[in-house]
C-alpha cells in the first residue's frame, strides 16, 4: 500500500543504515576455499516442486474456508453513484458483500508523503479494474455469480491513458490535483552543455519501451483466518514482513498480532512486493465471517491491478572526444505511473555506468488512468539502458571505435554518484573482455553480409544495478544432538533457489552435509526479519546472517566438545559432521556428543554485518546476442547468446545459470514481443490474456547460450563474497538485442519491442534489404 | 528413428486445448482430433440441484462424484479430489500450468469440463512418482534445476510425460515444439528442454518408467 522503497532513491540511503542493533560489527573473513558454497547442489525442495506436491497460497484450503471475488469498476475513469447488492446477497452461499458504502471501504490506501490518495474501496475509479466491492461464499463459482448479481451504476469520466498527452496542462486529471504529482527532478553534476560543445561525436535520439507486465504464473492471492483476534495470513509475497506492517496498519492492529507467511510462491519479479487490496479484503471478509476466507486474484484482473513494468520515453545525448571517452550525457525521462504515483523512470545508468564527467539526468512521472505501476526486475533500468546502451553503440559507429572498445574506454572504479567512493569491485571490464571472447566478437562483427532475405547481426550491451540492498537481516540456527541443523530466516524462495544457497552456506561453515539442513523460512510468526526477496538482495543480505548464526553454533558446539573431551577448544575444528582434534586421527560425531544431546539444542543467532562504509558493492553485467531477421516478414530471433555476470562469488552455478537464463528470457520479451496495449478512447486494457500479451516460450530461447562468470573475488563486499544476479542478468539484455538487430539491417530500432511490422516499415523508408 | 521434420504435436490426437474441439457434437470433428466423440454426449443421470453423477478415472483410482456441468476438470481434480499438483495459471487454455494426460495425452485440464473426462484415464503430476520415489522424469527435472519458482513445472512435467510417451528420443527442437503450449516466466526453459532431453536418456537405458 506504500509504494515500494525498494527502488526509490530513498532506498540507497537505506543502504547506509547501521544495521540491525547488535550487529555483528566483527564480520567473519572470507573463505580462502569452498567446497559446498559453488557447488552445482540440486535444490533441497526440489522433490516437492517437481511433484505437485509443493504447496502454494492458491492451493491452501482451511476447515470452513470461504471464496472472495472482487466486484472492479469497468471503467477507466468513473464515479460509483449507487451499489445495489439486493440480489447477490439472496443468492446460494454467500455469506458477506463489502462494498463502497461499508464502513470497511474507509481504510486508507496508496499512502505517499501527503497521506492518503484513495481507499480500499473508493467511489471514484480512475483505471479499469479498481476495487468496488467483493463478496465472500461457500464456493468460487456462487462467489463470482453474486459479484456479477450486484449492480453497480457509474458516471463515467474522462480518461487519459496516453502518458504523453496526459502531461499536458488541458488533459483530464486522473486527480484533482493533476497528472504530475510532483516536479521532474533533475541530477547533475560537471558541465553538460560547455562538454557538448568541445566533442569530436555527439548522438542523439528519443526512444521509446513499452508498459510490460510481470505475469507471474501464480496470479496474486491470501488466505486469510483469524484466531482470537490474532490474524493470520499466507500470501504469495516476496517479502512477509513488508506484507506484515501493511497489514497491521491498514487494519489498527499491533504488530504482533499479525502473521504473514509465504510457503511456496510462483512467481513475483517485484510485483510482489507489497501489501495487496486483495490481501486486507480477503482479512476485512474473513472478519466478518468468522470464516477463513481465499482471495486469489484471476488472470485478467492481474493483468490489470497488480503492477506493471512502465512505459518510458527517454531522449539520451551523449557525447564522446576523439579518443572514445565520454564527455557529456544528458538524458531526459518520462514515465507513466499508472493512476497512483511511483517512480517511473530510472536515469541511475546515465549516471554510473560509465566515467563521465558531466552529466545530467532529467526524471518525471505522469499519472494516467492505468494500474499503478510497481517494481519490476530492475525497475527502470531495462529501460535506460534500451537508450543508452543503444546510444553509445552509435556513437562507437561515429567515432570509428568497436562498440567493446569504446565501453573498455570508460569503465568506472569509483561510484559517482556515491562521492567517488570505489567499489568494492567492478568486473564489467572482464565482462566485457571474457563476454567477447567466449562469443567470439571480432570474427562474428565481421562476417560477410548474407545475401539472402536472412540477415544475421551481433550486438552488445554493459549493465549494472545500483542497488546494494538493505543491510538488516537476522537468522537464528539450532543444532540438534543427531547433528542436524535448523535455519531460521524470514527471507522468501522466490524461485531463486534461496533456500538450497542458504542451506550450503550452512553446510560449509559447520562442515556438515546440505541434507543435514532443514531451512524454516519466510513466516513473520515463526522467523525472522529479513528484507523482501527483490531488487537482487536475498543472497548478499541474508547469507551472510546465515553464515554469522552458524559460526556462533560452531563456537558453542566446540566450546562443548572441549570440555566434555578435556581439550584445549583452539586444537578442535569441524569437518564432515563431526570434530577434529588436531594431532589426532580420530574425530568425534556431533551425534556422540554426550554434552549435545544434554542441552537439546546449541542457538546461534546471526546478524548481518553493515555494509562497508569506505566501500561500494554492486554487481556488473555485460552481455552479447546474435539475431536472424527476416527482412520479408521482419522477425527477429535471437539465435546465439553469451552473458557475462559479475555477480562476485558464484555460490551455486545451476541456480545462478538458471537466474542468468530468466534474465535474457524477459530481455527478449522486453526487446521482441512485450507490451500492453490500452485502448485510448476507453482506457481499457486490450492486451488482456498472454494470448495477446506475448511473453517468451521456448520457441523464442536461443539454445546457443553461454553464461561467463566473472567472479572478482570480492573480499570486501560481505562476508560471502556475493554480489546480487537477478536483476543485472535482465538489465542489458534487450538492448545488446537492439544493437544486434541494429547489425544486420542497418536501422535503429527506438521503440519497444521491436515488432514485425516496425522492422518491415524501417527497411521500407529507407532501402538495404 | 525420430523424423526430424515432423512436428510433435502432430502425433497428439487430442488438441491440448480440448475444449473447443471436443464440445463439438460433430462426429467428423471428433475423428479429426482421433478420439470417440465424448461420453459426455451420453445423457448423464442429474439429480434436482443441477449436479450430474460422473465417474473419474484419476491415476489408477475411481471417483464418483457429483459435479455442475460447468465444472472444470482443474477444479474438479485439486478442490474435490484435494489433486492441487495441476496448477490454474490462467483457466483460460493459454499457459499449460494445469496440463494433465488423458488416455496418455497432454490435455490443459482448465479448457476440459469434468463430465468430458469420464471414462478417460486421467493422470495428473500426483500419479508419476511412486510414493516418495519420483519418476526418472521428475529426477532429471531436479538435476538440470528445471524450474525456478515451480508453479509452472508440474504442467511442464505432464507435457515432457506426454511428448515421451509418443517420442523416445526427440531432438531439440521436438522438445521446444511441444514445450511450446506451457509458459514459464521465471524463463527456465533452457533448464527445461535439457531436462526432457535428460529424461529422455535415461528412459532409454533404465527402461521405460
Ligand atoms: S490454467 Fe489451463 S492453460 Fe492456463
Ligand atoms: S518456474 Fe516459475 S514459471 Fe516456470
Known sequence: ??????????????????????????????????????????????????????????????????????????????????????????????????????????????????????????????????????????????????????????????????????????????????????????????????????????????????????????????????????????????????????LAQALKL??????????????????????????????????????????????????????????????????????????????????????????????????????????????????????????????????????????????????????????????????????????????????????????????????????????????????????????????IAKLYPDGSLNINSGAADIGTGTKTVFAQVAAEELGIAVDRVHIEHADTGTTQYAPGSGGSQTVLVNTPAVRSAVAAVKQSVLALAAAELKKDVNTLSVRDGAIVIAGETRTVPFAALRSLAQAQQVVGVGQRAPHPTDKVALPFAAHFAEVEVNTRTGEVRVVRYVAAQDSGRVMNPLTFENQVLGGVTMGIGFALTEQRIMDGPTGKLASGSWHDYKIPTAMDFPFAFTWVSVDPQDKDCNSTGAKGLGEPATIPAAAAIANAVHDAIGRRMTDAPITPAAVVSALATTGRR | MTDRKKDPRDQQPVSRRGFLTTVSTSAAAAAVVGVAAPAAAAPAPRDDTGTVAIVLRVNGRRHRLLVEPRDRLISVLRERLGLTGAKPGCERGECGACTVLLDGVTRYSCMTLAVEAQEREITTIEGLAQGEEVSALQQAFIAEDGYQCGFCTPGQVMAAEGLLRTNTSPTVDAVRAAMSGNLCRCGAYGHIVKSVQQAAAARKTGGAK
Open chain 1, 1 to 246: 500500500m506504500r509504494e515500494s522503497r525498494i527502488y526509490t532513491p530513498e532506498a540507497i540511503e537505506d543502504e547506509s543504515l547501521p544495521g540491525l542493533p547488535g550487529a555483528n560489527d566483527d564480520p567473519l573473513k572470507p573463505w580462502d576455499k569452498t567446497t559446498v558454497v559453488g557447488a552445482r547442489v540440486p535444490r533441497i525442495d526440489g522433490q516437492d516442486r517437481v511433484g505437485g506436491t509443493a504447496v502454494y497460497t492458491r492451493d491452501i484450503s482451511l476447515p470452513g474456508m470461504l471464496h472472495g471475488v472482487i466486484v472492479r469498476s469497468p471503467h477507466a475513469h468513473a464515479m460509483v453513484k449507487r451499489i445495489d447488492v439486493t440480489a447477490a446477497r439472496a443468492m446460494p452461499g454467500v455469506h458477506a458483500i463489502v462494498t463502497t458504502e461499508s464502513p470497511e471501504a474507509k481504510i486508507p490506501w496508496t499512502l505517499t508523503a501527503r497521506g492518503a490518495m484513495s481507499q480500499l474501496f473508493d467511489p471514484h475509479c480512475r483505471y479499469e479494474g479498481e476495487e468496488v466491492a467483493a463478496v465472500a461464499a461457500e464456493t468460487l463459482p456462487q462467489a463470482a455469480d453474486a459479484a456479477r448479481a450486484i449492480v453497480v451504476e457509474y458516471e463515467t469520466l474522462p480518461a487519459i491513458v496516453d502518458y504523453a498527452a496526459a502531461a499536458k496542462p488541458d488533459a483530464p486529471k486522473v486527480h484533482a490535483a493533476g497528472n504530475l504529482p510532483s516536479p521532474p527532478r533533475t541530477t547533475q553534476r560537471g558541465n553538460v552543455d560547455a562538454a557538448f560543445a568541445t566533442a569530436a561525436a555527439v548522438v542523439e535520439r528519443t526512444y521509446h519501451t513499452s508498459c510490460e507486465l510481470h505475469t507471474p504464473l501464480e496470479t496474486h492471492g491470501s488466505v486469510a483466518q483469524w484466531d482470537s483476534g490474532d490474524l493470520k495470513v499466507w500470501d504469495s509475497t516476496q517479502g512477509v514482513y513488508a506484507v506484515r506492517a501493511g
Open chain 1, 254 to 475: 499491533p504488530i504482533s498480532s499479525v502473521r504473514v507467511a509465504s510457503p511456496y510462491m510462483g512467481g513475483g519479479f517485484g510485483s510482489k512486493l507489497e501489501l495487496g487490496k486483495y490481501t486486507v479484503i480477503a482479512a476485512v471478509l474473513a472478519r466478518l465471517t468468522g470464516r477463513a476466507v481465499k482471495c486469489v486474484l484471476t488472470r485478467e484482473e492481474s493483468l490489470r491491478c497488480v503492477g506493471n513494468r512502465p512505459a518510458n520515453t527517454i531522449t539520451v545525448k551523449v557525447a564522446a572526444g576523439k579518443d572514445g571517452r565520454l564527455l557529456a550525457i544528458d538524458a531526459d525521462l518520462v514515465g507513466a505511473s499508472g493512476a497512483y504515483p511511483t517512480g517511473a523512470v530510472s536515469g541511475y545508468l546515465m549516471l554510473d555506468l560509465y566515467t563521465c564527467p558531466n552529466v545530467r539526468v532529467r526524471e518525471s512521472s505522469v499519472l494516467i488512468n492505468a494500474g499503478q505501476a510497481r517494481a519490476f526486475r530492475a525497475p527502470g533500468y531495462p529501460q535506460a539502458a534500451w537508450a543508452l546502451e543503444q546510444a553509445i553503440d552509435e556513437l562507437a559507429a561515429k567515432l570509428g571505435i568497436d562498440p567493446v572498445e569504446l565501453r573498455l574506454k570508460n569503465v568506472p572504479t569509483v561510484s559517482q554518484s556515491r562521492n567517488g567512493l570505489p567499489y568494492s569491485s567492478t568486473g564489467l571490464a572482464d565482462c566485457l573482455r571474457k563476454g567477447a571472447e567466449s562469443f567470439d566478437w571480432s570474427a562474428s562483427r565481421t562476417r560477410a553480409a548474407s545475401k539472402s532475405h536472412i540477415k544475421r547481426g551481433v550486438g552488445v550491451a554493459a549493465g549494472m544495478w545500483g542497488y546494494g540492498g538493505e543491510p538488516r537481516a537476522t537468522v
